[in-house]
């Protein structure tokens, strides 16, 4: 075990020495005003003034080093999460606050800096409470030196569902009596930044609101070209449906992963911090197309209840931009133009799309054709629950237990030796083992369930109404899809598998952020002999302890 933990280190190094280059950025995160959807908001979250944050591109093999400066005027704590990064070797780079590191303070920074092994599409987003609700999130673009897929350009397109009040707003009514459990409606959805909302519903709210500010974008495109798109739902309680229209979509990537062979659809449906990236040819005779990512409404509008949202019913589902063909009669003037125009009155046309193919992802076979072990050494069953505590606040749990953060950051209690408490709900594997993890969701709606440190074998998931999982009514497949995030529907089931070769404290938990918040979280504890044996405090993480008050201990190895 321990000959092939350090032969894999070995060999990592190597790769980054013949290979990385470094890569710098300095992140600002402070509140900035705008109006996304046409109504104003003065508390964006921001990195240096822009919302989404800035796309970061590097290849396999660089060095990302990102200063983190915490400028919220507010004085609130931040930290960053580089979602679907292994931070191999380093996990106190994930960025999970009180998991992997202390929360940065106000008016302070911290430095980040990892190795990129991986390719594919990723994100960042903050890991303190719901702030990444209040904009602060960002793509995270990783090129392989010689990609599987030949194309000649790329789409880069993000949505998410967006609040018009701020995440301490939402956090203080959901975890109350006034929620009953039921999460804010979103008011709009926005792509790549940009939406539309009433504006009358807004007046009613006392709330400025500019129908000119309401836009959306414009993909320029050559006729008879491939074209990568890759789409990332950065949202917080919604899934999307999306589709182009008059293009079909070949799938080859999902969550990081390639796929071996493209796998076709009409319309892919994208849960809570997945993503895909697919293949469109540019062969239509007309000069524009609809790019649409439709909410799934019926899945976040569940329970009937008052909301803090007053106008449900403002939310427009149906969020579009605009595929746009290049030709010789093209004004040269106008390419430059990058959004349009399209207010919260415009009328968003059907797509036409008659028996539409949905992406199966089961069918999305890693293109190493490495498939998931035939046994497993580990296994865990996870119940995803809601149930009221003694104070009347209904909290999400694993196993009748809501997640709540300990005062000291977990990965940092491991390394010298103490439990997690329990309430951060610890799951203990050792080195190399082959852990399976079984999650029921015996309750309504569906919950997408995301893993740090690691990508995961999908054996199995049930449709809706299946109920438990069950072996000999169950059939799990070896070969099937490989990601990071993976969703189980409502009242049913879902099967995952792993191998345990990353050292570190991962959260397991739903990526809904408020079921997130609310407790649907559990704590991976993995190969904790070898963290304790390895591994020592970096500087950069006793700094930034220290400044919240919190002493790491020196951590000697054996």
Same mark, same amino acid.
């Given at each position: 075990?321990?000959?092939?933990?350090?032969?894999?280190?070995?060999?990592?190094?190597?790769?980054?020495?013949?290979?990385?280059?470094?890569?710098?950025?300095?992140?600002?995160?402070?509140?900035?005003?705008?109006?996304?959807?046409?109504?104003?908001?003065?508390?964006?979250?921001?990195?240096?003034?822009?919302?989404?944050?800035?796309?970061?591109?590097?290849?396999?093999?660089?060095?990302?080093?990102?200063?983190?400066?915490?400028?919220?005027?507010?004085?609130?704590?931040?930290?960053?999460?580089?979602?679907?990064?292994?931070?191999?070797?380093?996990?106190?780079?994930?960025?999970?606050?009180?998991?992997?590191q202390?929360?940065?303070?106000?008016?302070?920074?911290?430095?980040?800096?990892?190795e990129?092994?991986?390719?594919?599409?990723?994100?960042?987003?903050?890991?303190?409470?719901?702030?990444?609700?209040?904009?602060?999130?960002?793509?995270?673009?990783?090129?392989?030196?010689?990609?599987?897929?030949?194309?000649?350009?790329?789409?880069?397109?993000?949505?998410?569902?967006?609040?018009?009040?701020?995440?301490?707003?939402?956090?203080?009514?959901?975890?109350?009596?006034?929620?009953?459990?039921?999460?804010?409606?979103?008011?709009?959805?926005?792509?790549?930044?940009?939406?539309?909302?009433?504006?009358?519903?807004?007046?009613?709210?006392?709330?400025?609101?500019?129908?000119?500010?309401?836009?959306?974008?414009?993909?320029?495109?050559d006729?008879?070209?491939?074209?990568?798109?890759?789409?990332?739902?950065?949202?917080?309680?919604?899934?999307?449906?999306?589709?182009?229209?008059?293009?079909?979509?070949q799938?080859?990537?999902?969550?990081?992963?390639?796929?071996?062979?493209?796998?076709?659809?009409?319309?892919?449906?994208?849960?809570?911090?997945?993503r895909?990236?697919?293949?469109?040819?540019?062969?239509?005779d007309?000069?524009?197309?609809?790019?649409?990512?439709?909410?799934?409404?019926?899945?976040?509008?569940?329970?009937?209840?008052?909301?803090?949202?007053?106008?449900?019913?403002?939310?427009?589902?149906?969020?579009?931009?605009v595929?746009?063909?290049?030709?010789?009669?093209?004004?040269?003037?106008?390419?430059?133009?990058?959004?349009?125009?399209?207010?919260?009155?415009?009328?968003?046309?059907?797509?036409?799309?008659?028996?539409?193919?949905?992406?199966?992802?089961?069918?999305?076979?890693p293109?190493?054709?490495?498939?998931?072990?035939?046994?497993?050494?580990?296994?865990?069953? &996870?119940?995803? !629950?809601? /149930?009221?505590?003694?104070?009347? %606040? =209904?909290?999400?749990?694993?196993? #009748?237990?809501?997640?709540?953060?300990?005062?000291?950051?977990?990965?940092?209690?491991?390394?010298?030796?103490?439990?997690?408490?329990?309430?951060?709900?610890?799951?203990?594997?050792?080195?190399?083992?082959?852990?399976?993890?079984?999650?029921?969701n015996?309750?309504?709606?569906?919950?997408?369930?995301h893993?740090?440190?690691?990508?995961?074998?999908?054996?199995?998931?049930?449709?809706?109404?299946?109920?438990?999982y069950?072996?000999?009514?169950?059939?799990?497949?070896?070969?099937?899809?490989?990601?990071?995030?993976?969703?189980?529907?409502?009242?049913?089931?879902?099967?995952?598998?792993?191998?345990?070769?990353?050292?570190?404290?991962?959260?397991?938990?739903?990526?809904?952020?408020?079921?997130?918040?609310?407790?649907?979280?559990?704590?991976?504890?993995?190969?904790?002999?070898? &963290?304790?044996? !390895?591994? /020592?405090?970096?500087?950069?993480? %006793? =700094?930034?302890?220290?400044?919240? #008050?919190?002493?790491?201990?020196?951590?000697?190895?054996?």
């Open positions: 075990m321990e000959l092939s933990l350090f032969y894999s280190i070995f060999i990592f190094c190597i790769l980054t020495l013949a290979t990385g280059k470094r890569i710098h950025y300095e992140f600002n995160v402070k509140y900035t005003s705008g109006a996304p959807d046409g109504v104003s908001k003065t508390k964006i979250l921001s990195v240096n003034g822009l919302f989404p944050g800035p796309t970061i591109e590097a290849q396999v093999g660089d060095i990302l080093e990102v200063v983190v400066h915490n400028r919220i005027q507010d004085g609130q704590n931040v930290s960053i999460h580089w979602h679907g990064i292994y931070h191999r070797n380093k996990p106190f780079e994930d960025g999970a606050s009180y998991v992997t202390c929360p940065l303070i106000g008016g302070q920074s911290q430095t980040y800096v990892f990129l092994e991986q390719s594919g599409t990723y994100w960042y987003h903050s890991h303190v409470m719901s702030q990444y609700t209040e904009g602060l999130w960002g793509a995270l673009i990783i090129r392989n030196t010689h990609e599987l897929y030949r194309y000649d350009g790329e789409i880069l397109i993000a949505v998410n569902d967006w609040y018009h009040r701020t995440a301490h707003e939402n956090e203080l009514w959901y975890i109350s009596l006034l929620s009953h459990g039921n999460p804010p409606y979103p008011d709009s959805a926005l792509l790549n930044g940009r939406g539309r909302y009433p504006c009358d519903l807004a007046i009613k709210r006392f709330r400025n609101c500019s129908s000119e500010d309401q836009r959306r974008h414009i993909f320029r495109v006729p008879n070209k491939k074209y990568r798109v890759r789409v990332i739902n950065t949202g917080s309680d919604s899934a999307f449906r999306f589709s182009i229209d008059g293009h079909n979509l799938t080859i990537e999902v969550d990081g992963v390639d796929v071996l062979k493209p796998v076709e659809a009409d319309i892919a449906i994208i849960s809570q911090a997945q895909y990236s697919f293949l469109i040819e540019t062969k239509g007309l000069d524009e197309y609809l790019i649409r990512a439709d909410i799934m409404t019926e899945v976040i509008m569940i329970i009937e209840r008052e909301n803090i949202n007053p106008y449900p019913e403002a939310l427009l589902p149906n969020i579009t931009a595929l746009k063909y290049r030709r010789p009669s093209d004004d040269p003037l106008l390419e430059h133009l990058l959004t349009e125009h399209h207010d919260w009155r415009a009328i968003v046309p059907p797509s036409g799309l008659i028996d539409p193919v949905y992406l199966d992802e089961h069918l999305l076979q293109a190493d054709r490495i498939d998931a072990p035939g046994f497993f050494d580990t296994e865990f069953t &996870l119940q995803a !629950n809601f /149930t009221y505590t003694e104070d009347g %606040i =209904r909290r999400a749990t694993f196993n #009748g237990t809501p997640y709540s953060h300990p005062d000291f950051p977990t990965l940092m209690s491991i390394m010298i030796d103490e439990p997690a408490p329990p309430r951060t709900i610890p799951l203990y594997v050792q080195y190399g083992d082959v852990v399976q993890i079984i999650v029921n015996p309750f309504y709606g569906p919950h997408p369930f893993l740090h440190g690691h990508h995961f074998w999908v054996l199995g998931t049930g449709e809706q109404f299946d109920g438990d069950n072996p000999t009514r169950h059939d799990l497949r070896l070969n099937g899809v490989r990601r990071d995030t993976f969703v189980v529907q409502q009242l049913s089931w879902g099967v995952i598998r792993f191998v345990a070769d990353n050292p570190g404290v991962w959260l397991f938990h739903c990526h809904n952020d408020w079921h997130n918040i609310m407790g649907m979280v559990a704590t991976l504890i993995e190969a904790p002999e070898v &963290l304790r044996q !390895n591994y /020592t405090f970096p500087s950069e993480s %006793i =700094r930034v302890c220290k400044m919240q #008050g919190i002493d790491l201990p020196i951590v000697m190895k054996p």
